[in-house]
């Protein structure tokens, strides 16, 4: 077992060095040293958590009612599309009252069809055995979908999950920045962002909903009734988010942001910012044909139910590109922009929580932190070296590189230390230690059994691995059940006690076994001092 071949000792040194290379990053992040760092070697550095670098904390939470009134517009939408396929039912207005979708099938003859038809737009729940909608007739002629609440819990689930991604890309489109952004029970977003200060400026950019829609404006509306709030049927009284004042546009969207593909800052002919969108193909057809059939009506932008403006369709718009224009900065243009591309949010979010932690605290965690570190290290390698001697220096010498190795497995996954994550770190430097010290009081008692030297020392690194992988395994399964379960202060620590307790075996079991290994092979003791 102390026998080294030399590719071992090559992959072991190997695996010590670019742990170190990994490590260095970190340790002159923020010095000279750091910007003048050679290109050509490793700059993935360990990010600091909000607790360490300060920032900016937001709980956010669903809009039920927006959820619901979501949900009715895409059926809404879904059963217009749907009784228009061939062979067409003649229904009248669709109505979203009582939060409930209704209509009126004109033909008695194709009330049964109609039903068939919304039944196969609904689906099952997972495995409740109940939909998503329940479909009946009223008055042998009304169909109404009523929503279930296992329909609604579900979709509120989903729409969660798909917000939480949209909040992800808004605030890193880039995907660099080291952000917290996961979902809490059945209707919170919890978002951390460390180094940001001003959460206003945050909570504007994930708090727009970004909804944009382009929908006929309805010409034949009554001016007056429509500031009063009333529009005909089939369509709907929307604000104007310039200058005050109401219009009336159709119910039904020519096109939406869902269909986008792009979305840029940009400007005008009169250099003006704009934002200059992007359809997909489908989109673009669609917006086409729509440009085509209405060629000399004005039509609405609107972006979250309220109207940007409502320009004349002077020629069809081909090419699947249009420009958004309004009453923007280069700021706020940008800012739409980014919330266009990141996509909708499929339900409003409302900030109920939020916390701003300020770097000087983070400093003084920091520094506290190391001194922690440097004192406990301390005072284990002056335990070590007393009551090993030449085996504690070996210790040491793992300690050491134990703590470059976990520091570089963290810069090589960008990962993010935080003050919990500092207390694991502290605490593998005890687990560290322990490993060395059942080897070598385990070779302690071969020497006292009377065996030589080069028996007892393979004999204990022998048997003292089996107690180090079955103690270390526990550990691994225990954290590894909170990274799994928990979020936060409790995964971060989780995580660098899993690195902690990988290298510590790695750096007990076998640097220190080849370190132990050299030396017996060139010095040849007759004795040694452990």
Partial sequence: MLEFP???????????????????????????????WPAWLPHSRINLGLDLAGGSHLLLEADSADAQKQRLQAMEDSISTELRRT??????????????????????????????RMRALTRPVALTG???????????????????????????????????????????????????????GDNRILVQVPGVEDPEALKKLIGQTARLEFKLVDQEADPQQVQQGHAGPGSQVLPMAEGGGFIAVKRRVMVSGEQLTDAKQGFDQDNRPDINITFNSAGARRFARATQENTGKPFAIILDDKVLSAPNI???????????????????????????????????????????????????????????????????????LVTYGRFGVYATIALIVNAFLILGIMAMFNATLTLPGIAGFILTIGAAVDANVL??????EELRRGRRIMDAVETGYREAT??????????????????????????????????GVITSVFTAVYFTRMLVALWLKKARPRAINI
């Fill in 130 to 184: 109940s939909r998503d909608w329940d479909v009946g007739v009223v008055d042998s002629t009304r169909v109404v979908l009523v929503p279930t609440a296992t329909g609604s819990e579900q979709a509120l689930k989903n729409a969660m999950s798909v917000a939480r991604d949209v909040v992800r890309r808004r605030i890193d489109p880039g995907g660099t920045k080291e952000i917290t952004v996961i979902t809490e």
């Fill in 6 to 36: 030399r590719w071992k000792i090559w992959l072991v040194s190997l695996v010590v060095v670019v742990g170190m290379f990994l490590s260095i990053p970190s340790l002159i992040a923020g010095t000279t040293l750091y910007k003048s």
């Fill in 466 to 499: 089996r107690a180090i992988f079955d103690a270390n395994v526990t550990h691994v399964i225990s954290a590894g059940i909170m990274a799994y379960f928990g979020s936060g202060p409790v995964r971060g620590f989780a995580v660098v006690l899993i690195i």
């Fill in 439 to 444: 080897i070598n009081e385990r070779i302690r």
């Fill in 314 to 384: 002077n020629e069809p718009i081909l090419g699947g590109r249009a420009q958004i224009t309004g009453n923007f900065t280069v700021k706020s243009a940008n800012e739409l922009a980014v919330s266009l591309a990141s996509g909708k949010l499929p339900v409003k979010l409302n900030v109920i929580e939020e916390r701003t932690v300020g770097p000087d605290l983070g400093k003084d965690s920091i520094h506290k932190g190391v001194i922690a570190s440097l004192v406990g290290t301390a005072l284990v390698i002056l335990f070590m």
């Fill in 87 to 116: 062979p067409r039912i003649d229904v009248g207005d669709l109505s979203t009252a009582g939060g409930r979708l209704t209509f009126m099938v004109r033909n008695p003859v194709q009330v049964d069809d109609a039903v068939e």
